[in-house]
């Protein structure tokens, strides 16, 4: 399955036609940060330190809708 978030900024500016180099060799200052792909439903996903733990979705409280 194809990953937007995969792709690093440079390469999406190309890609979508909003530069002309190729961004063979990437410039970067030292306070940048690595490309990283979007983490968001995984286990590797962003959690703010006042939450002390994960919230799994509720089981048995949802049916779900079937067509009749």
């Known amino acids: 399955m194809a990953e937007p978030t995969k792709i690093p900024p440079l390469?999406?500016?190309w890609m979508h036609y909003t530069t002309d180099q190729l961004p063979l060799i990437e410039d970067?200052?030292?306070w940048q940060k690595g490309h990283l792909p979007n983490r968001t439903g995984t286990?590797?996903?962003y959690?703010?330190?006042d939450v002390e733990?994960?919230?799994e979705p509720s089981r048995g409280l949802y049916k779900a809708w079937?067509?009749?």
Do not use: G, N, Q
Request: hydrophobic fraction near 35%; charge should be positive.
């Open 11 to 13: 390469w999406h500016a």
């Open 43 to 45: 286990s590797l996903a």
């Open 66 to 68: 079937h067509p009749k």
């Open 53 to 55: 733990e994960r919230v």
């Open 47 to 49: 959690i703010p330190p």
């Open 28 to 30: 970067k200052y030292d």
